[in-house]
Each structure stands twice: as structure tokens, then as C-alpha cells.
DNA sequence: CTGGCGCATGTTGACGTCAACATGCTACGG
DNA sequence: CCGTAGCATGTTGACGTCAACATGCGCCAG
């Protein structure tokens, strides 16, 4: 049943005092109220003092969806993304989370679970229904590409970790610059080559690694090793380390990201090549255990807290102040630890 | 009309098409775009047509500020949540967020970037003017028993991974179980005793954790070495490990999380202590990665995902049928890998 | 043939807030 | 002594939606 009993509360649900009952309380009008509230400067010290006592008597809290209704305005940011699994992505959030705040926005989440086309359809419709003043897109390009659902013409976007379509602007790691810095590393310790465990194929920043990788292998006359495609995911690294292992050629490995590092390191352990003695290994992203795994991991630092900051600053600026803005790539540092050496010489 | 300015634009702001717009367009009233808008049954198939036509011709997007106005519900979940950085935050921040979508609620964050009491009263406070039916609060106890900022009064409230001061319902790990399972299958291998790494003093889960090893330990008729504190990171775990490696009395270490047992690891590694042969090592949480550190971690399973979901539950069982759940414990489970082994006969 | 019921659809007003405009009072220059 | 500038405060209406009630039509039982 519905509502049958006459004795029954507002439907369980809440309807705090209203600005109305401040003003009665304060003896003052609605308007005065909504001054305060706002922290407007043209109001009495001590009507201020009385309103502002009528409030705390009250328990008044305002209305947002009241504000929202007339301002248009909700102060919130929306984050579209998949599963937080991936360290990059939790980083990155976390960062938006906190320069969101910062700038007086609060966050509000639209996971999409399942990486499918459809489901990013479905995120993005959900989207239109959502009260944001603007979205920060973080999934892979090519479910965007295919995605014919549009997003709401007159929402602001900014589109981290992939590529605008020309159309929206892009805060990104300079993820060309990182794997250039990796690789060179390991030819200038003088290894005759470095091999590649990619992340997925339709990943962008996957993609532009290993771009950048075997150009810079080119760049220096180094023969460019057939690529090992993984998952992001430790296991993948170890069951492609395990293959890795096996070729006595190999003596230089740089993985997409730490996770997969972490699986080549254990499968290095498990075959009885020493790192970095026999093999060094580079990864991506420096997490905060990377300098806990055994050895102690080399790999190329992203400022996931530049990235999350400036995605904020660039969509804030768009909501209110009405300018897109371009493209910003953050740049990267290789962190040099103990997974790297110079080969042994035969 | 408004606007003084006759050739200003609306202020940068979108105002997209309005029911009212729809209804024109269809030549229906108002209300009927309301009912086709929300489903209803009762309205004729043509005219449902004719309106959804209308409203894809628009880009007609409901209005969810005045529609939260009108119902005084906003289908939306406020977190109250520290720093994302520790994967188990993460991993249940992220079972939440599917939970949410699933039962067609939004989420929205609420950051809370330096866990300092005042912090988390600014965060409450906050809370106030969020458009939230309901909130999840993942912060250490302490600091919510030291707030005394009251949260609004008839706000729904879970709290996850902390205690409820009798007041609000519960979602946590069994933490106790967890601890009781790790310290038993070492002393269950034949160790004389087992050393603890625990989490920071005021954290409600290590102390948890360490009044359960504590307790199997005496329960077990075993020595209780002093507690190592530690705060979560590998960094402080390495650091702990290393005065723990010094002691050839040290034969099974139980660390409170996986980062802190990946450290414990790292400076046995250095220290030439070998693990399993010489040190034995158990951690909490059981990361994705804990299968590929070196040795493979054993660990204490946490579900997290059905800590995630079943906060969500109560939280919206609470919002919509307006009862309160009790407390919750989820339970874990043993994986034991390779980092444990019985003690080296001497 | 008529009263009334069921169904699709329309009309009205209120949710809480704030911008725009209106009012009324004080103070100060001419 | 009057005009008006400047400030605090009040009044009005609209933002977009939906619940409640009202209307009008077809159909069937009596």
C-alpha cells in the first residue's frame, strides 16, 4: 500500500524548517534570510545576528535543489569513469576529489561498470538527468569514438587520459615523454634493446606508451621486439614475464604500468633471473609501493595530482567563465631505483 | 520581460527546454509530458508517441533540481570519505558506487583531505547543504566521536569500517575473525609466537586487528611480543620490518595491511632473512597485487565488494522503508600463498 | 434511456530560493 | 529647507516539476 493511514509522518521523509520560517522566527523577510545565508554584505550587524540565531534554533539548512532550481547553478562536477581498480584512475580521482572541493564543488560519481559500449551509452544518457555543471570524461577513446549517444550540447567536458575528438579539452600525462625517458634509460645503461609489456590494445595512454617506446627504440637504431600485450593487471605482467623469462635475449623490459612490472619482477624471481643483474625492469606511474617491491622499482612518475587539478581548473574555468580551453599535457620524472642496471657483459 | 540587455545571451548559462516547451510541441499539457516522463501507465500509446517524439526533437533533459524540489528526494548518496589512498577505501568506494547505480541512486563524494577533527566537522557541515538522501561515512572513529558538530538530525546514516556510537548502523569487515584466522594458521605451522605490524593508534580496524591477534596469541598460550605501529604505507612497514629482521627471534610476522606486509617483505629481502625459510609473513586485505609480490603474499581475504553492496542496502533500505538496520559483519577468509611456511628447525 | 464508472487528459498551486524592483529612512549639499 | 544619494529591508514573481483535483468522453448495467 501506499498511504492508507491518516496517522502516518510525511512519507518518512524529511522537510527541514525553510527560509520562511527563519524570516518568522527572525522577525525579518524571506529576502533578508537568503542575504545572510549568501553572506551578502548589505545586511544590519544585528539583524545578521538575528537571523543567523534564528537559524541555529531552527536547525535551517538551505535547499540546494531550491538554489539549483533558481540559480541553474548545482556546484556539483561529475566524474564518468570505469571501475576506480586501477591505481592511475584512484589517484586521479582523488585528486579532482580534492581541487573540486577547493574550488567549492562537490563530486558526484558515475561509474560505469562494465566497459562496454553500451554501458558508456547508458552512463552518458544517465548524464543528462545528472545534476553537474560539467563532466570529467576518464575512459577509454575508442568506446567514446563508437559511442553515438551525444553528450548534452551545452555541457561543459574535459576528457583526461584520452583523446578530445577535437572537441573538448584534454588534460593527459605526457605519456609519449614518460616512455621515451623509460626506454632511453635502459639503452643508456647499454642494453641492445628494450621489450615492451603493453596495457590493452584499445587503451589510449597504452597506446601512446608503446608508440613512444618503439619510436625511441628507432630513434636510436635499436631493433624494435615484437610487443607483449597485457591487461594492466599484475597477472597478466607475470604470465607475460614468464615468456619473457625463458629468452636469454631479453635483458631489458619496460612495462606500461607498475602493476604488470610487479608480475614481471615475480616472474624474473620464479625463472632464477636476477634483477637486475640479468634483466632490468622499468615500469609506469610510480604507485606508493612500487619503492616496497623487491627490488625496489625503477619506473616513470606520474603527477596524477597536476592532472586531477587541472581538469578541475580547466572545467570550473569553462562552467564560469564561459572559455574552453585546450589541450594540457603533464610532464612525467623517471624515478631511478634498484630494478636497473647495465647488462652483464658475455 | 528581464533582461536589460536585449542582445545579451542567457548569462553563459544553459536553461534547455522545459516541459513546458515539450508539452507545446506535442500539444499536450504539461502534465502529460510528466507522466510520459516518469513512465506512467496511464496515458494513450499515441499520445506517449507523440510526446517522446517531441522531447527527442528538444533534447529535452528533465530538470532533476526542480524535480528534487517537487519530491524532496535528490536519488543521490553522499561518502563521506578520507584520502581514496588506501586500497581498501578504494576497493569499497568503488563496490558502493556499483551498489548505488545498481538501485539507481548517484554518488557524490565528499573529500575529506586532512583527517584533523576540524576537518571533518567542515566535511559535516558541508554535508548540510549537499543534495543527499542519505550518506556513508568511512572515517575513523575517533574523529566522529570527537565532532561535535551533530550531523542533520534526520539525515540516513551507515557507517562502514568504524563504530556506530549506538546511533547509526554498521557495515564492517569482521575484522576480528580476520585477525584470529591470520595469527592461528601461524602459530598452527608450528611458531613459537607471532609479531604484529599494526595499523595507526587511532584507526578503528587496527585496533581491531591487534586486540584480535593479541587475544588468539593468549588464547593459544602464547608469548605477546610488544606491537609494532605502523600507518598503513609499505614505507612504514619497511621501516618496522627492518628492526624486526635484527631479531632472529622472529620467525612469523602478521601485518594489519597488505602495503605494510609488502614492506615487511622488502626488508627481509635486504636483510638476507628469507622468507618463508626464515621469516614467515601475513598480511590483511588481499590486494590484487599480493599474488605477485615476491614470495606471493598470504593474506586475509576482505570482501569488499559485499561490504560496498550491503551498505548501500541499509542506506536505502533506511531512506525508502524508513528502517534502520543494526550491524553488519561481513566475513573473511584465509589465502594462504607462499610467504608462510612452518619455522626452520634449528 | 440514463446514471455512473473508468480512463485519458487538463488545470492549479506549491515546493524553497533569489533576482529585480520597490519602499522608506538617514544624511548631506546647495 | 528641500532634493537626492545611499543604504537596509521588503514585495513580487518565476525557476521546472508533479500531486491533487477537475473535466470530459465512451461504455455498460439497470
Do not use: C
Not at 558515475?110 to 562496454?116: A, E, G, L
Not at 570529467?136 to 568506446?143: F, N, Q, R, S
Not at 605519456?175 to 626506454?183: E, I, S
Not at 580551453?325 to 631511478?336: C, D, I, N, Q
Request: hydrophobic share 40%; glycine share 8%.
Amino acid at each position: 500500500m501506499t498511504t492508507t493511514n491518516p496517522t502516518e509522518a510525511p512519507a518518512g521523509r524529511r522537510r527541514g524548517p525553510s527560509m520562511a520560517d527563519v524570516a518568522r522566527e527572525a522577525n525579518v523577510s524571506g529576502q533578508t534570510v537568503s542575504r545572510v545565508s549568501n553572506g551578502r554584505t548589505n545586511v544590519d550587524a544585528e539583524t545578521r545576528e538575528r537571523v543567523l540565531a534564528a537559524m541555529r534554533k531552527l536547525g535551517y539548512r538551505p535547499n540546494s535543489a531550491a538554489r539549483a532550481l533558481r540559480t541553474g547553478r548545482f556546484h556539483s562536477i561529475g566524474v564518468i569513469m570505469f571501475t576506480l581498480s586501477t591505481y592511475g584512475n584512484m589517484r586521479t580521482l582523488d585528486a579532482i576529489a580534492v581541487a573540486a572541493t577547493d574550488a567549492g564543488y562537490s563530486l558526484t560519481l558515475i561509474p560505469v561498470p562494465h566497459p562496454t559500449q553500451g554501458e558508456v551509452s547508458v552512463a552518458l544518457h544517465r548524464l543528462s538527468e545528472e545534476a553537474v555543471d560539467g563532466v570529467i570524461i576518464i575512459v577509454e577513446a575508442h568506446l567514446l569514438d563508437e559511442t553515438d549517444v551525444e553528450l548534452p550540447p551545452d555541457l561543459p567536458v574535459v576528457i583526461v587520459d584520452s583523446r578530445g575528438r577535437d572537441r573538448y579539452p584534454v588534460v593527459d600525462t605526457d605519456q609519449a615523454h614518460g616512455a621515451r625517458l623509460a626506454t632511453e634509460h635502459l639503452l643508456g645503461l647499454g642494453h641492445r634493446t628494450v621489450w615492451h609489456v603493453a596495457g590493452p590494445e584499445r587503451s589510449y595512454s597504452a597506446e601512446r606508451r608503446r608508440e613512444s617506446w618503439e619510436s625511441t627504440l628507432r630513434a636510436h637504431g635499436a631493433e624494435v621486439p615484437p610487443v607483449l600485450v597485457g591487461d594492466w593487471s599484475s597477472e597478466s605482467g607475470h604470465a607475460l614475464g614468464l615468456e619473457l623469462a625463458r629468452d636469454p635475449e631479453v635483458t631489458a623490459v619496460f612495462a606500461a604500468n607498475d602493476q604488470m612490472a610487479l608480475g614481471v619482477l615475480r616472474a624474473m624471481h620464479e625463472s632464477g633471473r636476477a634483477v637486475p643483474d640479468e634483466v632490468s625492469v622499468v615500469g609506469f606511474d610510480d604507485m606508493a609501493e612500487s619503492a616496497s617491491f623487491w627490488p625496489p622499482l625503477t619506473t616513470v612518475h606520474q603527477f596524477f595530482g597536476e592532472v586531477g587539478r587541472l581538469s578541475v581548473e580547466a572545467l570550473v574555468h569553462e562552467v564560469e567563465a564561459g572559455e574552453r580551453r585546450g589541450t594540457t599535457l603533464v610532464s612525467t620524472e623517471l624515478v631511478v631505483r634498484e630494478s636497473t642496471a647495465a647488462p652483464r657483459r658475455d
